[in-house]
């Protein structure tokens, strides 16, 4: 059954260092999508990303991030000055369709810690 | 805006007797309801949706969700729980604009199991 897959399983980034984030979408997903979970709290919405562009984005994506699908399969999330706040578990997750009615497929997240 | 609140931010069963996981919804409109459950270390995995069809949804392991309209609830049931159920449980409600949709995730339920 195809997934959604995440590298690195597990990042620590010293404060200011960039991170990138990988992800593989299930391959014949449309709409892919960058989720968190800092530690004891809710999973929180990120950013949308369809047709090569940002389609919606939270206030948390601020310009410290960006997202980028670069060959047609990797899709990733960059923090360019990471934060102490920025450690949390990020989650990948693709979609066939934007529709609400379509469930979306997540990967197995990416704990990042930032020292 | 749409929200979910989780009831219960811990519950504990024995196996082989019913689980119950109260979620309640807030939207200004038909939602999209899913439950999604995350085993320790592994990504977040559809149990089942509710995308206005039928009210009661049949979801994978035995797990099932009604919708009520009228308690604006899609509280989750399982007849006999199982060790293997142990994990922790996400109410989602669906967001959805300028048709790209986004998940807005409730503050999760940890599950616990006892033999």
């Known amino acids: 059954e195809p997934e959604v897959t995440q590298t690195p399983s597990h990042q620590v980034t010293q404060m200011g260092q960039e991170v990138i984030l990988r992800c593989v979408p299930i391959s014949n997903h449309l709409y892919f999508y960058w989720y968190r979970q800092i530690l004891g709290q809710k999973v929180e919405f990120l950013v949308s990303f369809y047709n090569n562009e940002i389609s919606e984005k939270s206030e948390i994506f601020d310009d410290q991030f960006s997202v980028e699908r670069p060959d047609g399969s990797n899709f990733t999330l960059k923090i360019r000055s990471t934060k102490l706040e920025d450690s949390a578990m990020y989650f990948c997750?693709?979609?066939?369709?934007?529709?609400?009615?379509?469930?979306?497929?997540f990967g197995p997240g990416t704990r990042l810690t930032v020292l | 805006a749409q929200s979910v609140t989780q009831l219960d931010s811990h519950v504990s069963v024995s196996e082989g007797t019913p689980v119950l996981l109260r979620c309640n919804y807030s939207?200004?409109?038909?939602?999209?309801l899913f439950w999604y459950v995350q085993h320790p270390n592994k990504g977040l995995q559809l149990l089942l949706k509710?995308?206005?069809?039928?009210?009661l949804v049949k979801g994978i392991n035995g797990f099932e969700a009604e919708f009520k309209k009228s308690e604006t609830s899609f509280h989750l049931t399982k007849p006999s729980a199982h060790m293997s159920d142990a994990a922790e449980y996400f109410c989602v409600v669906s967001e959805s604009s300028g048709g790209y949709n986004k998940l807005i995730f409730g503050a999760g339920t940890r599950l616990a199991v006892h033999p």
């Open positions: 509710y995308t206005s069809a039928a009210t």
């Open positions: 997750a693709s979609g066939r369709t934007g529709s609400s009615y379509n469930e979306q497929f």
């Open positions: 939207s200004s409109y038909s939602p999209s």
